[in-house]
């Protein structure tokens, strides 16, 4: 043995006794308490692997990615083939933004342990999370090939080909997984964003039968009961599927943090900061390779990005958080907030953070010369962009205000959409972004381009023709064909919807009646253009 300890059996009684505590702990939830547990036991022996281990497990259950990342590092000093610990290493730098460093470490716990369906299934949903999809693909299924009833693989099998485009296999791979387990949240969330799959009668009953268990934990009734809205819709019963919506929303909405009076002052912020003269960086043509698609959720901005990937010269990224993490990272070495520092930005400060966003986005136009960055908060940012790459361009996508508040409320979003589980927030929201998006076509006259997605869907070529030229590229008939171009969508619930041509049947707010009159009127008198 060397001079690191490597099991439990070298720890003092006392050590080991804390060692048992904090895995229960772990086990049971209570990651606080295991923390505290393996602290202790840590100060006894602060070289032991399997301490360093459930402490970098408690870090990463309570979110302290950094930490949980440091841990095993230090771990795997002394377990250098220890598969569990490159899948933990590569989770935690996957949330720390460093997907390429995990993925490697995701592939190495495969290379050490073929035989675990658990690391090919990381290693699945890691490729996935890239847009990798071929690989992903790969790595489930050999995941399967060990174990045939691991639900979770087979829900990332169904994501990735829904990704790539294969519809019917997606639908046929989760409806496995729910043989396999018909209470599986995950598998179900997965079948109802393929929005071009219908439900029938029996799902909506094997829906109403997980919901009858009063045991369910509030979380995961919230999104049985949206996968149920889904289903109600398809037989037609609005009127009961908008009374789940309303209770599944109300919900959700009780159990997340959003701060709706703080963002509309950021946005607030904003406007007042960019209403005066910005510096831009030095090189005026620095940014030519990208254009921002900016957006609401569930608006049309994975077809429009769709539209500009079927052309030969772009690639499209998906919804990539390079961008922000550079404002990000300009923030806190400012000591400040975005916007607070923008007035004091050089146009060399402007020039480096450009330099630094292309670096980071390099792999996006290596093959090649344009790429889409479609983040969905571009649009709070656009003016930071304008100013970093001075000739980017910058798409804002909308869609019906209606459409697009009743269309975000009836979707669940793992993160990121907070508004949209209370319809006077959501339209709150929607408020904000019209009149920011407003003022950046206002304030860059010729750098931003407004596309309406009801227009694309009526009049598709003129409308791709105007986009090909603001964005500086020739007409490619394959921008019509949009649905025959192969790439990866990461954007679950669009990924079938864009390997579909343009329909104008997507409207719903109609069919709800007059539930929605009040979102209508509180649009309107802000000044929106409400039907």
Partial sequence: MSSTQTDAQALSPLAARLLKRARKESQSGNADAAMRTLTSALALAPDNVEITRWMGIAAQNLGDHAEAADCFRRALAGLPDDADLHIGLGVALYRLGREDEGLAHLRRACEVAPDSAWAWYNLAEGSRQRAQMDEAIAAAQRALAIDPSHVATRVVLGRAQAGFGRIDEAAAELREALRYQPDDVAAWLALADLKTVAFDEQDVRSLERVLANRDL?????????????????????????????????????????????????????????????????????????????????????????????????????????????????????????????????????????????????????????????????????????????????????????????????????????????????????????????????????GRVFDLEYETLVKEPEPTIRALLDFCGLSFDPACLEFHRTERAVLSAPSAAQVRQPLRQDTARAARYGDKLDGLRRRLRQAGLPVG
């Fill in 217 to 445: 934990p509030p979380a995961v009734r919230t999104r049985f009961e949206l996968v149920l809205v889904r289903a109600l819709e398809d037989q037609g019963n609005y009127a009961r599927s908008f009374e789940v919506l309303e209770r599944a929303n109300a919900s959700e909405r009780r159990r997340v943090k959003w701060d709706a009076a703080g963002e509309h002052k950021r946005v607030d912020s904003i406007l007042r900061v960019f209403e005066k003269p910005v510096a831009c960086a030095t090189d005026a043509g620095l940014g030519r390779e990208v254009t921002f698609i900016a957006s609401l959720p569930r608006s049309g901005s994975t077809l429009v990005e769709q539209i500009l990937a079927s052309h030969p010269e772009v690639e499209g990224a998906n919804e990539i958080k390079d961008f922000g993490q550079v404002i990000e990272g300009e923030a806190r070495r400012r000591g400040s907030t975005f916007p607070l520092w923008v007035p004091d930005a050089t146009a060399e400060d402007w020039q480096r953070l450009g330099k630094e966003y292309l670096a980071r986005t390099a792999r996006w136009h290596e093959h090649k010369p344009r790429f889409v960055d479609k983040n969905l908060l571009n649009w709070m940012v656009a003016g930071a962009a304008v100013s970093m790459l001075p000739t980017a361009r910058i798409v804002l996508v909308r869609r019906d205000p209606v459409e697009t508040c009743l269309a975000c409320y009836r979707q669940w979003f793992a993160q990121g959409a907070e508004f949209s589980y209370d319809l006077e927030e959501m339209a709150d929201f929607c408020i904000d972004f019209w009149r920011l998006t407003r003022f950046w076509l206002r304030k860059f006259p």
